[in-house]
């Protein structure tokens, strides 16, 4: 661990202005981003007394080995600048609230001659109107129930014009759950009509619907109709199922969200309802670990943040209150963001009584069972992982714990279409963001040590790349870094992606899926490029040995190990990613033409060429004037296509070199 002495700035370098800082590891990763009204206090407070810090902070400022920081104008530009650079560099120290989903909407698309019924994500689009938000299952059984009572279409484009040229409906149609317009069993009018009562139920007014119906099931009743009075006996069931899923809980037209967490000292569990004219029309929920030492309106700050921040397209979609369990320490600025989000004012506010604070009280009930739950699932999952990595480092004698471990696999079908594979794994668990896919050629796709070999060499010389790159960074002038990031800042915002990554940060263990031959190639590859902190190993299918480079005899893991059975599922999970590419790139190669080859020869050219001689049979006989005589054919062109057929090689062919099965070692021609 570093010294926070040996990087701690002096006292007069800190300015004391508002600002952003960033602390970086060895490796250059960010790994903790704050923001600060004063830096010169903030930064001092993490080096007056190291000791004397909280643990989490004490191991972030222990793990770190430089800090930088960003000076700002306000305020309200920290915060922008805070959000963005956790997007993009996802610091292992800072709060996140880990979630893939954005709202989804039941939307009618009222624009259209037909209107559709569907679920939407995303930007709004004109003449659509919105119902929810809601969480995936539930707006997906809202949708099918209703569809029986309001039979509105919800097939897409491509399917409609099919059943129109056809004059046959979709199977919808044939179930009762489309009215079925594109075969004129109801007018474009009546269907319209249809869809505005259906956006009139979804409104909250279901009333009307139900008591029309219980009308006209009596009526049935009273002609003896009872086949009719039962459907209409379940349509009715259905709505009051969806009315009362719905139920009102505040007053009629508030519009909000209503978040509510519990914590302990190591995690937090958030949940929010999303009111909407009164009612709960989704839910969502998360649970975060608390890498870093956060009170409560801390907490609060980050999630709405990251909550909002990810969201594209929030305008007439974000509420006009946002009550929180505590109020944010900038909550001024925070209202002022997502007012700007919103293109319209936004209040956050702590509810103190009445019927938004007892909505709260539930909400929070709800975050109490979700960590309750979370604990009791995870407990079993993190012992496993945490046994089976200890067990991997104490069989393979590592020096190091294994936070990190990438596994790589060589795919292909005789010699033909040879991908590579990388997957990672961090603390036990697949971080697919990191996950990459490699095409060889040359030499590399002859031989899988080849290949295995080219592949560890592509990976690590592109992490030298980018320690080199971090290095020239970092030798810059202070005032020419800082000019740098704050015209950086300028220019972002919080719906500028992030960057993605290139190759991340070096691994502890490297796994390759073979034995002696593939190890040794994967440990020669880490030996040119001069890497020597990286330890590597190889899982052999036929009896699953644990391979080290230069042993003459495997490692044997218990059949019953934890360590194994993860080095069988990394193995496993390498196979299944370089299997889906080669399957792509296979799909591809089928398609290729003999031509697709030759610079300059385009579609409507080889369509020429092939109308003139019939096959590329004739094309490859043909001669260069022959040739010309196509349209669209030059001189230079028909020479470039003579030679793309009759050249062997040549001074420039690629020579394979020869390759020792046993060892894995490139032998010199």
């Known amino acids: 661990m570093a010294d926070p002495a040996s990087y701690r700035p002096q006292t007069g370098e800190i ?201 006209e099931m009596a009526a049935a009743v009273a002609e003896l109709d009872y086949e009719r009075a039962a459907r209409l006996r379940d349509d009715i069931v259905a709505l009051k199922k969806v009315f009362e899923r719905n139920a009102v809980v505040l007053a009629e037209g508030t519009d909000a969200d209503v978040f509510a967490l519990h914590e302990d000292e190591l995690e937090a569990a958030v949940q929010v309802f999303h009111v909407r004219g009164g009612r709960i029309r989704g839910q969502r929920g998360w649970v975060v670990e608390k890498v870093e030492d956060s009170t409560t309106p801390e907490l609060v700050e980050h999630l709405l943040q990251q909550v909002y921040g990810e969201e594209a397209g929030l305008q007439g979609r974000l509420p006009r209150e946002v009550l929180v369990p505590a109020e944010p320490s900038n909550a001024t600025e925070l209202a002022q963001w997502l007012s700007g989000l919103r293109g319209a004012r936004v209040d956050v506010r702590v509810p103190q009584r009445g ?54 696999d060589i795919s292909h079908v005789q010699g033909t279409n040879v991908v590579g594979s990388m997957v990672v794994v961090e603390d036990g668990l697949p971080k697919k963001s990191d996950y990459r896919k490699f095409a060889m050629t040359g030499a590399a796709a002859n031989d899988d040590t080849a290949a295995m070999h080219d ?92 391979w080290l480079p230069d042993s003459d005899f495997p490692v044997i893991l218990p059949r019953a190990s934890a360590g194994l059975y993860l080095l069988q599922r990394i193995r496993d999970e390498a196979h299944r990613f370089a299997i889906t590419f080669h399957r ?26 092939l109308a003139e001689f019939g096959s590329v049979k004739g094309i490859k006989a043909a001669t260069q004037e022959e040739l010309t005589g196509a349209k669209g054919i030059g001189p230079s062109l028909a020479a470039a296509i003579v030679r793309h057929f009759t050249d062997d090689g040549g001074d420039d062919a690629v020579t394979v070199p020869a390759i020792n099965m046993t060892t894995g070692e490139i032998l010199d021609a």
């Open 355 to 408: 019927d938004k604070a007892a909505l709260m009280s539930t909400v929070r009930e709800n975050a109490e069972h979700a960590l309750k739950l979370h604990k009791s699932r995870r407990a079993g999952d993190l012992t496993m992982r945490s046994q089976a990595l200890q067990e991997l480092q104490e069989a393979l004698e590592l020096p190091v714990a294994l936070l990190r471990i990438e596994c790589f």
């Open 15 to 215: 300015p004391t202005n508002p600002g952003v800082y960033r602390f970086r590891d060895p490796h250059g990763r960010v790994i903790y981003v704050g923001k600060a009204k004063n830096l010169r206090s903030r930064l001092n407070s993490y080096f007056a007394n190291p000791a004397g810090l909280l643990p989490k902070t004490y191991a972030m400022v222990h793990t770190a080995s430089s800090v930088e920081w960003t000076v700002v104008g306000s305020e309200l530009e920290s915060l922008q600048l805070e959000y963005t650079w956790i997007k993009e560099f996802t610091p292992r120290f800072n709060v996140m609230f880990r979630d893939d989903k954005t709202y989804p909407y039941l939307a009618v698309t009222m624009g259209e001659k037909y209107p559709r019924v569907q679920v939407m994500r995303g930007d709004r689009r004109k003449g659509t109107r919105y119902f929810g938000p809601y969480t995936a299952g539930a707006i997906r059984d809202t949708m099918d129930t209703l569809l029986r009572v309001f039979p509105v279409r919800s097939c897409s484009a491509g399917v409609l014009k099919r059943a129109e040229a056809s004059g046959r409906p979709c199977l919808l149609g044939y179930i009762d759950k489309c009215a079925a317009p594109c075969v004129g069993r109801i007018s474009a009018e009546d269907h319209r009509a249809l869809a505005e009562d259906f956006c009139t139920f979804m409104g909250g007014e279901a009333k009307p619907f139900v008591n029309r119906l219980e009308r």
């Open 455 to 546: 592949v560890l060499t592509r990976r690590f010389r592109h992490y030298l790349q980018e320690q080199a790159e971090m290095a020239a960074a970092a030798a810059k002038p202070a005032h020419q870094a800082a000019l740098e990031a704050a015209t950086a800042a300028a220019v972002a915002d919080s719906t500028t992606p992030a960057p993605r990554s290139k190759f991340a940060y070096p691994p502890n263990l490297v796994v390759v899926d073979g034995g002696k031959p593939q190890v040794n190639a994967a440990a020669r590859a880490l030996a040119e490029l001069g890497i020597e902190d990286v330890y590597v190993v190889g899982l052999a299918k036929r009896l699953e040995e644990v």
């Open 584 to 609: 792509q790139k296979r799909g591809k190669a089928m398609t290729v033409s003999a031509l697709d080859g030759v610079p300059g020869l385009g579609e409507s050219k080889r369509k020429a060429l």
